[in-house]
């Protein structure tokens, strides 16, 4: 009797406190306990206060339970200057120059999952430190166009490829308490009429090419925050989309996140409320600039949404699931018990950058083996165009960055050769001034013409005496170039570098072409030009990473993540059709061919292929071997082969694994990248690759049933270096 007294009198003490610690504080506590006790606390006013912005890049929290306001930051580069509360201009904070990592596209020729993680991580880490609870980005909307004005902020122009990168991202990202917004959901392919186009395209399209990276993001990558995209779908925009919010992300994907919608991309309350949309952001603004001020109490999911609750004319089972999302997202953020305090700006940091510009950097041509530059034969060097010293971690939009440093390639260049050799710089090209970017003032900008026949000839003259010219060019991020909010016009390089690469190349016979851009151009020059490397945007440490390279520090083995076509015409979005559509609607008539499986079924040769990219080493495929010769639909099929380094360096290759269906009841891609594997070798090193092949890889979308069909029958395994470039060969029959 007298124990259980005790016990009876311990209870009683003890209840007061566990009393006064609500479910919802307890960091213990399940996630789904601490949101429903939160939920359960909420009044009307609160829950639909969570709901939308309160100032351009932050919601309400709940006060009065101590649950934080989220903020949120672009973006998939890097963490984005502090703007004003409810301006867009900056807010000239002193501690918030972050490090600018390379483009997604960078990224994405990396063809390496462990590089994609180290990005997420650092990237996690900046925006943890900075007090970010959802960082925007990674966007993998897939690559259609050349001319798609946000393609450099993307991963290239196929599925697998996309999917296969972004997860460890994700997942990265989000050990820091920081949500990965992954964007833009979906079919945001191109920046003409983004704000309204209706994209039509077959279930096969939408399942096959458009959507898988951001499945595998929600569901291997366990992404907390989706964003909606501008542009329509079926005739519903699609932050507010019952297809692909309600029916696709949350039913069948089971996405148990938030739905954000982009900056503006909200335009109606009821169809918001209903048709999937958790948070409101940006309302009236283009997503760049302009917008009402503090408009934020008649947000669509502000005070109309309240007044339709307290008319009793919405129903609050639905508000409470949008709730519960934000709640969720808090607890998985602000209030998650094992939150680390990341880090901001750091030499950690940059060393990742400088890796994933290395590891992404794509040598595309080196005939006579004009790279690496040997520095003892080597005693003068020119270097030509304006992407040498053009900052380019500002502008391209929304992804636009203020970096901490930024190292430029004409910098990288000069640090790397020291006095070895004597480096000279002329521009040869310039661009006109960007309102942002380079000029102080307006007056300046008109002040300045640009005589582009004198620069052309200056460099021309200059390259005659030097030993090798390194032309640094492509692209930027002025308007209508690789930048937010506009398409570019044609394929051709702009400023007139064609005519100046070409009239180098006469010159000097020992003229290196690096391109610093996020999208293919046409390269009427390529002949030539004996050597060219693809550098992307590399971000703070762009230029070291680019010397790197280009003097054989770093053994190049990026790839490309999407087809150099030669032309326009031969993309099956501007071949089939439509782009960019008449103003209202734009019809994927090129279907599921995509990239490379557009010229794959064309019979086109494409300039450089999807997967291509050199090395200064040489690697050997040797034959591949199937452990069996035929599989039910229950069990896979599993292909080896070696692949040994030929040459006299270490290096890097993707190993790359094609499917390709010999007999279908529909039409397939010639080829489809189901796999692929980095290997480093040493040189002399071989090693034997092994792929997995079941039958997911085989199969197709039916329109039909809706649901993923391997059809019985031949298919084969077509192992290469690239999507162009097979080296080995395996039948074998699902039965
Ligand atoms: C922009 C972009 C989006 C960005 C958002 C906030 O318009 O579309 O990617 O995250 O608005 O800047």
Not at 569 to 586: C, L, R
Request: glycine share 8%.
């Amino acid at each position: 009797m007298k124990k259980h007294l005790t016990f009876l009198l311990l209870w009683a003490i003890t209840l007061p406190l566990f009393a006064q610690t609500p479910v919802y504080l307890n960091p213990a506590a399940p996630l789904e306990d601490r949101v429903e006790d939160a939920l359960q606390r909420m009044t009307l006013e609160e829950k639909v206060a969570v709901l939308h912005a309160q100032s351009k890049f932050s919601s309400a929290g709940v006060p009065r339970l101590g649950i934080p306001e989220s903020w949120m930051s672009d973006g998939p580069h890097g963490v984005r200057a502090e703007v004003l509360w409810d301006e867009w201009y900056g807010a000239n904070w002193t501690n918030d120059s972050c490090i600018a990592f390379p483009a997604l596209t960078a990224l994405a020729a990396s063809w390496n999952p462990e590089v994609a993680a180290l990005y997420g991580k650092s990237i996690g880490e900046e925006a943890r430190y900075r007090n970010k609870n959802v960082l925007l980005g990674p966007g993998v909307n897939i690559y259609r166009t050349p001319l798609n004005g946000r393609n450099f902020e993307y991963m290239g122009e196929d599925p697998c490829l996309a999917a296969q990168m972004v997860v460890p991202y994700v997942r990265e990202v989000q050990k820091n308490g920081v949500a990965a917004c992954v964007k833009h959901f979906a079919l945001n392919n191109q920046e003409i009429d983004r704000g309204h186009v209706n994209v039509q395209v077959s279930d096969r399209a939408l399942y096959e090419i458009y959507l898988p990276a951001f499945k595998a993001a929600v569901q291997q990558g366990g992404a907390w925050a989706i964003m909606g995209a501008y542009n329509q779908y079926k005739d519903q925009h699609c932050c507010h989309n019952q297809y692909l919010l309600n029916d696709i992300l949350k039913r069948d994907w089971g996405f148990d996140g938030v739905v954000i919608s982009d900056w503006g991309g909200v335009h109606d309350t009821e169809q918001a409320i209903a048709n999937g949309l958790d948070m409101e952001f940006g309302t009236w603004t283009n997503g760049m600039d302009w917008s009402k001020s503090d408009s934020y109490s008649r947000y669509y999911m502000a005070q109309p949404y309240l007044q339709l609750l307290k008319d009793g004319r919405a129903d609050e089972k639905i508000l409470n699931d949008k709730v519960r999302r934000v709640l969720r997202l808090v607890f998985r953020t602000n209030m998650s018990p094992n939150r680390p305090y990341g880090s901001f700006g750091t030499q950690e940091h940059a060393e990742a950058g400088r890796r994933i510009a290395e590891e992404g950097i794509v040598l595309l041509q080196n005939n006579r083996n004009v790279l690496p530059i040997d520095l003892s034969k080597t005693k003068s060097i020119l270097v030509v165009g304006e992407n040498a010293v053009k900052r380019m971690t500002i502008g391209g939009g929304s992804s636009s960055l203020k970096a901490k440093y930024e190292a430029s390639p004409l910098a990288g260049i000069q640090a790397r050769v020291g006095n070895a050799a004597q480096v000279t710089y002329v521009k040869g090209y310039e661009s006109p001034a960007e309102r942002e970017q380079d000029v102080k003032n307006a007056q300046e900008a008109q002040l300045k013409t640009i005589d582009a026949k004198a620069l052309r000839a200056e460099a021309v003259e200059a390259a005659k005496s030097a030993d090798v010219v390194l032309f640094i060019g492509g692209l930027n991020k002025n308007g209508g170039q690789d930048c937010e909010g506009a398409d570019r016009a044609g394929l051709e390089l702009p400023y007139e570098q064609d005519l100046l690469i070409a009239e180098l190349a006469k010159a000097n016979p020992s003229t290196v072409v690096a391109l610093v851009s996020g999208n293919a151009v046409a390269m009427p020059w390529v002949a030539q030009v004996p050597a060219i490397v693809e550098a992307w945007y590399g971000g703070t440490e762009a230029g070291n990473a680019i010397a790197a390279v280009l003097f054989g520090d770093v053994n190049p083995s990026g790839k490309l993540p999407f087809t150099f076509p030669v032309r326009l015409q031969d993309n099956g979005a501007h071949a089939a059709g439509e782009y960019p559509g008449d103003g209202k609607s734009v019809a994927y008539r090129d279907d599921i061919f995509v990239g490379y499986r557009w010229l794959d079924k064309e019979k086109i040769k494409p300039l450089f292929a999807f997967g291509h990219g050199l090395s200064y080493t040489t690697f050997q495929y040797g034959k591949a071997v199937a452990d069996k010769s035929k599989i039910t639909a229950s069990d896979a099929v599993t292909v080896t082969l070696s692949v040994k380094n030929t040459g006299v360096r270490d290096g890097a290759e993707v190993v790359q694994l094609y499917i390709s269906d010999k007999k279908a009841s529909l039409p397939r891609p010639v080829k489809e990248l189901k796999g692929f594997k980095k290997i480093r070798l040493k040189a002399g090193e071989e090693q034997t690759v092994t792929f997995t092949i079941d039958q997911t890889a085989l199969s197709f979308y039916s329109n039909v049933n809706g649901a993923w069909v391997a059809e019985p029958g031949e298919f084969e395994a077509l192992i290469g270096a690239s999507s162009a470039d097979i080296r080995a060969t395996v039948k074998f029959v699902l039965q």
